[in-house]
DNA sequence: CGAGATTTGTTATAAAATAACAGTTTAGAT
DNA sequence: ATCTAAACTGTTATTTTATAACAAATCTCG
């Protein structure tokens, strides 16, 4: 599976960043190297997800590259999104009820999405000291 | 709980449709009871599902109300989304899973997101008979 | 009543995503 | 090596979704 060049582009912003990135932060990022229209983003990202290289995070509306090496086992992955410092960090999850409620009400189930938010180790700590004072 | 009039305008049309609603789709339902504007519907929108009586659709961008009487118990609730016919079904998931994820890594869990996209009973039948001719 | 909070209508703008189309590159078959 | 079909590119325009900001109206309840 071989990436274009615009599709390396944005896989290895996407590697780079702390955070997940909007399209248009993205967009903003890769305008040096020759980007100029949301589209072109959008594309490329597109390729990204469909190769299970990187995700879309729903309740941010924003994208993150897979924390996997290469080629993502492509399991059941759900992301923990910090409201406080934006980190995401993507998790497997047993997703034994969900396909089981899927089997049982014949649906035929072809994605799923697994968002929790709240805040991070970190962040819950600062917050507790402040608390504090 | 007392809803304020514009409240309950949106709630009665999110359940009086079949499938979810987008804000904007809301906003022309109501244009006749006065509506006029978009902040309009996502101001009663925010309310109804602080009060836990309206659910938003994070992968559709579209708001269903709670499929609960009048109070929603504020279990975890998950979506079966159907691409096909848009129907979206509510039900009730064990987050084992995610509290201990949770626990585990010390994050403070505040809301989670779960929703399943694929093709309901109905849709999934047709497109096999489809298939067969 | 009257002070404070909440809700309202409104205009304007921001943010996120897609449509459409012609031109270019790429990969594979012959 | 050449041809062809598919995939990718750059670009302009538009659509869809969501918020900001602010003054006026309304509700709450001591």
Partial sequence: MTLTANQQYVLTALREASN???AYALLE????PGFSAPAQVY???????EHG????????NAYVACSHQSHCERNLMAFAICDTCGQADEFEVNDGDLRHWAKSH?????RTVIEIRG???????HRNKGAMS
Same sequence: chains 1, 2.
Avoid at 29 to 32: A, D, E, G, I, N
Avoid at 43 to 49: F, G, P, Q, T, V
Avoid at 106 to 110: I, K, W, Y
């Fill in 43 to 49: 594309r490329a990202l597109d390729k990204l997800i």
């Fill in 119 to 125: 805040r991070c180790a970190t962040c819950a700590r």
């Fill in 29 to 32: 990022q890769l305008r040096k």
């Fill in 53 to 60: 290289l990187a995700y879309r995070l729903e309740t941010l």
């Fill in 20 to 22: 997940p990135l909007s």
């Fill in 106 to 110: 014949a649906f035929d189930l072809e």
